[in-house]
């Protein structure tokens, strides 16, 4: 009796796992859309040096990438649950892998899912290399007009009186004409 009581378990928790599955996957697609739309305007307020605009940006990129942790975890603990329905071994716990043990449209949904998540995360890396790039970019232009900015600002030495090296002429700031005769 106890055989039957777990096949009918599994019949009534795998179609349970695999819409929970779903759906998180699903959520997760949603998130990781938004967050190519963040990079995307992360892009354009790097190119044109919003800062005020790049750091609201960044704290919705932060919130988005913590939400995504969470769906993450809340998938590999549903992904888990269900493989372990199907039989499949800790170390296959892959989506590709459960697609393969199911069957028809459940399975066909599972792979396309995997793909398009698949490529938003290759999208999203993409973007944020390229964001890095243009962040590395502004820093050495930063970086560039800090170094004139000090440069203007130190004392530059100038020749004084008998050739020998004196400060610069602060001193006489404003005097068009030397008061020595």
Not at 35 to 61: D, F, G, M, P
Not at 71 to 100: H, N, V, Y
Not at 159 to 179: D, I, L, P, T
């Amino acid at each position: 009796m106890m055989n039957v009581e777990n096949i009918q378990t599994k019949q009534i928790t795998q179609p349970t796992h695999y819409s929970s599955l779903v759906q998180v996957l699903g959520e997760l697609a949603e998130l990781y859309e938004n967050l190519l739309t963040v990079l995307q305007t992360e892009k354009s307020y790097l190119i044109h040096a919003e800062i005020e605009k790049l750091v609201e940006n960044n704290r919705a990129k932060e919130a988005l990438l913590y939400k995504i942790r969470y769906m993450d975890r809340r998938r590999q603990k549903i992904a888990s649950e269900f493989a372990i329905s199907l039989g499949l071994p800790p170390e296959e716990l892959r989506l590709l892998e459960i697609a393969k043990k199911l069957k028809g449209n459940e399975a066909e949904n599972l792979r396309s899912i995997h793909k398009t998540l698949n490529m938003q995360v290759e999208r999203a890396v993409d973007f944020n290399r390229e964001n890095e790039g243009y962040a590395h970019s502004a820093l050495k232009t930063l970086d560039g007009a800090i170094k004139d900015i000090q440069q203007s600002v130190t004392v530059k030495p100038t020749y004084g009186n008998k050739g020998q090296m004196a400060g610069s002429h602060e001193s006489n700031a404003g005097n068009f004409v030397s008061k020595e005769a």
